[in-house]
């Protein structure tokens, strides 16, 4: 027998728009402010204590460990937004499925990919991004640290999926909880093993692992200690041929889009390495691109959380064929989310020297090739909102083409063409080339956005007038 939907399901339908958003949105910014809490402390830690070399050897680590996580929403989000339109549909039996398949596709890649990436990609890689023109302890350091995170991928991708899920039950606080945990217990650890026991890197690496551990066994409590909507039965931990594809599809987008991260990643790297001088200096510009990565979840946090809370509300009532709901809910979405990239952009405008200082205080030309990095990477940040708005609408209500593309316009179809032709206009400062791509690609993705997104509204319009012709009451 289907369980009965608590009240937590009927407010995703009937709820008043805010604050639904709002206890949806507050423990997913929460979540996410810790988890980046604890990426910008470790790296704060690891330059301050280890130098621009141990910055520049993460920063080789990126590519890796960002194909290795964008397998997590590939399953989790595409899982989870199937979940939330299942629910929607009060079709619990198939939400269950889809949340056994879940834990059947986090435990098989978990356990196979880390060691085939290690053995296998990981040096190729270092190499095509430039490793032979870094300073060899920087390669070093980057070896070492993808060697102790990768084989416990596992319990980092369970606890995400899980946190997802548990999300799209309805329960927001209790999926950040989880997230807390591992984020609390990485920002204890990491000074204690980084100085403390004098481990460096392998003390940051160490310290994450152990806090994923800490994040997947809360995350799987509720499954198996409390009262959720959904349980994890052995019986459902297989692949379902019916489900499989849809939770694919509609996870691919933010796969991709982590995907087209590393390959970002991996682009500037090899920019960097052909248009910088010396090995110092290419060390320097990755490094400095590393700050800007990190630093930027400073402020990206809360327009992420806000998207994460949409998510859910979109996915439930596009299942119940709400359509004026969701004008309504995308209407909000739509003035909360461009007020934060107008903020987002003039904070790290404004704060990009200070910012770049508590990275590398005692480098200087890392402290100013990072202030660069932030201030002129960041300065077109402000009009980007459609294009985040509009991704996440088409990824929660299961049209997974539409968001791949919109997701891949920032950062693959602009920004890298870009990174590398803009160089040839600055002939005497091509590094400067390579960073206005940044703010270029933002104004090419908004300008290629706004026209499905204003064409879809139109659609959306449409179905609201025709669902409630279709209830109105004959005369």
């Known amino acids: ?113 880390p060691f085939v990436l290690y053995f296998l990609v990981l040096d190729p890689a270092f190499a095509l991004m430039g490793a032979d023109k870094m300073t060899p302890e920087s390669v070093r350091l980057g070896r ?10 596992l319990t980092q991708h369970l ?16 999926s950040m909880r989880c997230m807390v945990i591992g984020c609390v217990a990485n920002l204890v650890l990491d000074p204690i093993l980084i100085f403390g026991c004098h481990l460096g890197v392998a003390g940051a690496a160490w310290a994450t692992n152990l806090a994923m551990v800490l994040s997947c066994l809360d995350a799987l409590s509720y499954y198996f200690r409390e009262g959720p909507v959904l349980r994890i039965r052995a019986c459902r931990l297989r692949l379902y041929a019916d ?42 510009q990755i490094a400095a691109f590393s700050i800007w990565l990190v630093s930027g979840n400073i402020f990206f946090t809360p327009l992420m959380g806000i998207q994460q809370g949409l998510a859910p ?28 990239c107008v903020g987002i952009s003039v904070a790290q405008v404004l704060l990009a020297h200070p910012l770049a200082w508590c990275f590398a205080r005692s480098d200087p030309l890392l402290v100013e090739h990072g202030a660069r990095a932030i201030s002129v990477g960041n300065c077109c940040v402000w009009i980007i909102g459609i294009n985040v708005l509009a991704t996440t609408y088409f990824q929660s209500i299961g049209r997974p083409a539409t968001a791949i593309v919109l997701s891949l316009l920032r950062q693959v179809f602009c920004l890298i063409p870009c990174a590398f032709l803009l160089p040839y206009l600055f002939p005497e400062d091509p590094v400067l080339g390579i960073w206005l791509a940044m703010p270029l690609s933002d104004v090419l993705t908004t300008l290629a956005t706004a026209p ?8 959306l319009a449409r179905r609201a007038a025709a669902t409630n012709s279709a209830a109105a009451p004959s005369v």
């Not at 070492?144 to 991928?153: A, E, I, K, R, S």
């Open 313 to 340: 509300i979109l996915g439930y009532n596009w299942g119940a064929k709400a359509y004026d709901r969701i004008r309504a809910i995308l209407r909000l979405g739509f003035w909360l989310t461009s007020a934060l």
């Open 1 to 113: 027998m289907a369980p009965s939907p608590p009240n937590r399901l009927t407010a995703l339908r009937e709820g008043s728009l805010v604050p639904l958003l709002l206890s949806f949105s507050w423990p997913a910014i929460v979540s996410m402010s810790l988890n980046m809490l604890y990426n910008v402390v470790d790296r704060i830690y690891i330059g301050q204590g280890c130098g621009a070399d141990a910055i520049a050897g993460l920063a080789l680590t990126f590519p890796v460990m960002l194909v290795v996580g964008a397998v997590g929403p590939l399953i989790g989000v595409g899982s989870s937004t199937e979940i939330s339109i299942q629910l929607g549909r009060k079709a619990y039996r198939e939400a269950e499925r889809t949340l056994g398949q879940m834990v059947a596709l986090k435990l098989l890649f978990g356990l196979l990919a």
């Open 243 to 284: 489900l499989a594809p849809r939770v694919l599809a509609i996870g691919m987008a933010p796969f991709l889009m982590e995907v087209s991260l590393s390959c970002v990643t991996f682009a500037m790297n090899r920019a960097f390495a052909l248009w910088s001088p010396t090995p110092r200096l290419v060390t320097s």
């Open 452 to 459: 499905t997104w204003y064409h879809e509204m139109r659609v």
């Open 144 to 153: 070492l640290y993808c060697g102790l995170v990768l084989p416990f991928m």
């Open 159 to 174: 606890a995400f999926g899980l946190s997802g899920t548990i999300r799209a039950e309805g329960a927001p606080v209790r």
